[in-house]
Nanobody, 114 residues
Framework: QVQLVESGGGLVQPGGSLRLSCAAS????????MGWFRQAPGMQRELVAA???????NYVDSVKGRFTISRDNAKNTVYLQMNSLKPEDTAVYYC????????WGQGTQVTVSS
């Protein structure tokens, strides 16, 4: 069974940056379109960034220009660089394929607060 392990979250002040990592237990990651999702308290999980196997990217409007998704297929890892963070970015962040159909990892908490 595929395992996804997210890391890199933490507490950051507004305007700060974080880089999230998602390590997968499968080399098949390179064939998949992958995504970063987030879930804030009381809210539904939402897809915020996606990257195809070929490297094309797409973002939800609220993070465009601030977040960058990337992948290193040799390391079976997907990244999310988050800049100019806002309090409304506070959530647990998860990675998965872009359909969210693999088993979910534990996520990584991102808290943006002064």
């Amino acid at each position: 069974q595929v395992q996804l392990v997210e890391s890199g979250g933490g507490l950051v002040q507004p305007g700060g940056s974080l880089r999230l990592s998602c390590a997968a237990s499968t080399s098949c990651l390179k064939f998949m379109a992958m995504g970063w999702f987030r879930q804030a308290p009381g809210m539904q999980r939402e897809l915020v960034a996606a990257i195809t196997s070929g490297g094309s990217t797409n973002y939800v409007d609220s993070v465009k220009g601030r977040f960058t998704i990337s992948r290193d297929n040799a390391k079976n890892t997907v990244y999310l660089q988050m800049n100019s963070l806002k309090p409304e970015d506070t959530a647990v962040y998860y990675c998965n394929n872009d359909r969210g159909s693999m088993p979910w990892g534990q996520g990584t908490q991102v808290t943006v607060s002064s």
